[in-house]
């Protein structure tokens, strides 16, 4: 069956305060100059139909409002 | 009024909704797989808790229960339906509400009583418990609510307790049968929990009907 990966991020503009809190983390540890961390979710599937993931990820994976998605076939 | 409250699996407040419902009318459970609110039920609570887990995001699963269909018809009839935190986070899911609820600003759980002004500035302390209760919406959303007084309870000024966007602790739909809100009216009932402001809440969706 096809295999796809969908990210999920949140969209840009909404504050995202896991990755505020994993940027401020960085530092102590050494890594110094990283910026505009952003925390998100990836999703793997296997879909009989892949003309129909947009839908779906419309409908449950992500929250169009809150959230971009992307569909990369695997 | 006979209040139907919903369960999900991971539902956690639906007893306390039932004692608040309890105090005002008559009150019976809706369990989430039933497509019908049963014979006379007049409205509904969609109460709080960690709907199936709230696996994948809070509310998302939930939206597509057959109690939800039943919730939905219900509000597009003019039915009463209140959302409390997990049940608010629902009803944005299912788009019965605008807007969306994300992780608190400082990503820590919540719990403590705070203050809330209605749209006439009347105060009413309830109580908070939850860790993504960050209202948002788009600007022209949130312009668009004010305007119409659909907000319907801000947080007291400096009582924010999760970066909500303008204050605000619950929305109404346009119609003003439908109400969302993450503080938990139903546990402030009772003057042995330090307040009963909670029960305006629930008589304000009593008004709907009358």
Known sequence: MPRARVLIRPKEGILDPQGKAVERALPALGFDGVEHVRVGRMVELEAEDPERLTELCEKLLANPLIEDFEIESL | MIWGVLQFPGSCDERDALHA?????????????DGELGGGVDGVVVPGGFSYGDYLR??????FSPAMEAVAALAADGG??????N??????EAGLLPGALLRNEDLRFVHRQVDLLDAEGASLSIPVKHGEGRYWAPDDVLDELERNGRVAYRYAPGQNPNGSARDIAGVANETGNVLGLMPHPE??????????DGLHI?????????
């Open chain 2, 21 to 33: 419902c309890g105090q005002l009318g008559e009150a019976r459970l809706v369990w989430h797989e």
């Open chain 2, 80 to 85: 009463p339906v209140l959302g409390i935190c």
């Open chain 2, 187 to 196: 546990h402030a009932v009772d003057p042995l929990t330090g307040s009963t």
């Open chain 2, 87 to 92: 049940g608010f986070q629902v009803l944005c």
């Open chain 2, 58 to 63: 809070a509310g998302a699963i939930a939206r």
């Open chain 2, 202 to 210: 629930f008589r304000r969706l009593e008004r709907v009907l009358a």
